[in-house]
């Protein structure tokens, strides 16, 4: 079955877009799969009392893992510091932290099975050179996590987009 993408999205109601600010982005690169580095870092965390909010681990096929997670930006010193504590006794343990960022939920129905959804949604972000650095999908929402100076842009851009037509 071929429909066009305007049919496509017909059958996707955006109820709204929401703005959340004060996140970081923290990635933990090169980790050998079964070890358990992956494992002290969110129990450590936990331990401390960090809230990770949004989280994804991808593996590659040399078997590294590479594990991306949100925590409040106000929480980005202390996880700073478990980590560089970690890495004293897994030194292959790298991470990055970006901040601030912010996170953008459209929420509505219809979105977990429609990725045309998504590829309009990025296609918009990359005519106004928004970079989504991290973007999850539920049966009711899409979440983006972007630069925090572009989170009103990115708002404003996606409202026009979804909300203004209805």
């Known amino acids: 079955m071929n429909e066009d993408k305007d049919t496509i999205l017909e059958h996707i109601t955006i109820e ?4 959340y600010h004060d996140y970081a982005l923290v990635s ?3 980790v050998p799969v079964g070890q358990d580095s992956l494992v002290t870092v969110l129990s450590r965390l936990a331990e401390r009392g960090i809230n990770v909010n949004q989280m994804a681990q991808i593996t590659d096929q040399q078997g590294l893992a590479q594990l991306q997670f949100t925590v409040h930006a106000a929480d980005a010193p202390r996880v700073c510091q478990e980590l ?3 890495s004293e006794q897994h030194p292959n343990l790298g ?11 459209l929420s509505g129905s219809g ?7 998504v590829v309009r949604v990025l296609e918009a972000l990359e005519q ?15 979440s983006l996590y972007v630069d925090y100076d572009q989170a009103n842009q990115t708002s404003m851009l996606l409202e026009a987009l979804f909300l203004k037509q209805h």
């Open 16 to 19: 709204t877009v929401s703005t």
């Open 95 to 105: 991470y990055s932290l970006l901040e601030p960022i912010s996170r953008i939920v």
């Open 128 to 142: 106004q050179k928004i970079t989504a650095h991290l973007i999850s999908t539920s049966e009711m929402s899409l």
């Open 84 to 86: 560089e504590q970690i």
């Open 111 to 117: 979105i977990r099975t429609y990725s045309e959804l």
């Open 28 to 30: 933990i690169t090169d």
